[in-house]
């Protein structure tokens, strides 16, 4: 089965500061995901890559999948307060394929505080 | 408009209890999942349904028997509860046909058990 590792477990920042969080798989990812939890709170979705290279922005968010697909960043720019929560990658298939095998692998969260 | 919805949100019940957790979605999503978040903070799969039918059973216990009457809920019944069942259940849906896009997730049920 294939296991997701997130690093670090947990992050304390300064506001302003820039920050990165990885996940690396154990296998090929065929898509990567990346979601926000807030205490007491569902999870809201960031972001998928598919692609080896891809990367994608949103606001001050960037994550990237590296060209062999097995490591995926998440990189938050000039962090603010409201950036703090858990960031959650997850591991499925790729938004082509269909069947009945489809879940998510999640990794263990990165928990991040941004000190204002 | 919620999207994914849960209830209840908290749930205190002691140990030995039978209890149900509910999840309705509005978006008109074919599948619908129930993952547990446990004290660590790790988000697991336990089940997922397609259009009432169940495709995904992970090893969970017995115990756990989720039900769909129809393709906008699926709700999750525990049988005798236990101290480790304690968590954060999280409902979730996604489309079937691009099942992989997203999945919405709900609020989530936090879950005591004494």
């Known amino acids: 089965s294939q296991e997701l590792e997130q690093s670090p477990q947990s992050l304390i920042v300064q506001e302003g500061k820039n920050l990165t969080i990885n996940c690396t798989s154990s296998?090929?990812?065929?898509?990567l995901y990346w979601y926000k939890q807030k205490y007491g709170e569902g999870l809201i979705f960031l972001m998928m890559?598919?692609?080896?290279?891809e990367e994608k922005s949103h606001e001050k968010i960037t994550a990237k999948l590296d060209e062999k697909k097995q490591q995926s960043s998440l990189h938050i720019t000039a962090s603010q307060p409201s950036h703090a929560g858990i960031y959650l990658c997850?591991?499925?298939?790729?938004?082509?394929?269909?069947?009945?095998?489809?879940?998510?692998?999640f990794g263990k969260g990165t928990l991040l505080t941004v000190n204002p | 408009d919620t999207a994914v919805s849960q209830t209840p949100k908290y749930l205190v019940t002691q140990m030995g209890n039978d209890k149900s957790i509910k999840c309705e979605q509005n978006?008109?999503?074919?599948?619908m999942y129930w993952y547990k978040q446990d004290s660590k903070k790790f988000l697991k799969i336990m089940f997922s349904?397609?259009?009432?039918?169940?495709?995904i059973n992970e090893t969970v216990p017995n115990r756990f028997s989720p039900k769909s009457p129809d393709k906008a809920h699926l709700n999750l019944h525990i049988n005798s509860l236990e101290l480790g069942d304690s968590a954060v259940y999280f409902c979730?849906?996604?489309?079937?046909?691009?099942?992989?896009?997203?999945?919405?997730f709900g609020p989530g049920t936090r879950l005591t058990v004494t």
């Open positions: 979730a849906s996604s489309p079937w046909d691009r099942p992989a896009y997203e999945q919405y």
């Open positions: 978006l008109g999503h074919d599948t």
């Open positions: 890559l598919q692609k080896g290279g």
């Open positions: 997850g591991a499925g298939p790729s938004s082509n394929s269909g069947g009945s095998n489809y879940k998510l692998t």
């Open positions: 296998k090929t990812l065929y898509g």
């Open positions: 349904y397609n259009n009432k039918e169940l495709i």
